[in-house]
């Protein structure tokens, strides 16, 4: 891995933290539009909001992970250490990183990691 993409990568892990916090801004201004609505309405108007309510809740929480997740990739780049797979040790490949900026597993780790009780076997 050159250098120019590890360079390349820092830049659009900056833009993508920028963008996300951006984001988080402009959904807690949603949110606190909703909270100064809150009036006495009728169950429909009540559940549609707790709805809106709850997607909010959950969408925040999927970003701040997301948030922490570049972070430490930003971490990783400073230590030396962006692309390795965490598990194996292994490069994690470009294009994957160029997919998934944040990705902290290799492919192989990954889709291990998504099939439980799949083992590989070694040869």
């Known amino acids: 891995m050159t250098q120019e993409f590890v360079t390349e990568m820092e830049q659009e892990l900056i833009k993508q933290k920028k963008d996300l916090l ?3 801004a402009k959904e807690d201004d949603d949110f606190k539009e909703l909270m ?3 009036t ?19 969408n925040q929480t999927q970003e701040a992970n997301r ?6 990739a930003i ?11 965490l598990k194996c040790g292994k490069p994690i490949s470009e ?10 597993l290799c492919i192989d780790c990954k889709s291990g990691e998504e099939r439980p009780g799949m083992r590989k076997s070694r040869a």
């Open 40 to 58: 006495i309405k009728d169950s429909v108007d009540s559940a549609t909001d707790e709805i809106a309510f709850k997607k909010m809740q959950r």
């Open 67 to 72: 948030l922490m997740a570049i972070n430490n």
């Open 95 to 104: 294009s994957r990183l160029r997919a998934i900026p944040y990705a902290v």
């Open 75 to 85: 971490g990783r780049i400073h230590n030396k250490v962006y692309g390795k797979c």
């Open 36 to 38: 100064a609505e809150q």
């Open 22 to 24: 951006e984001r988080l």
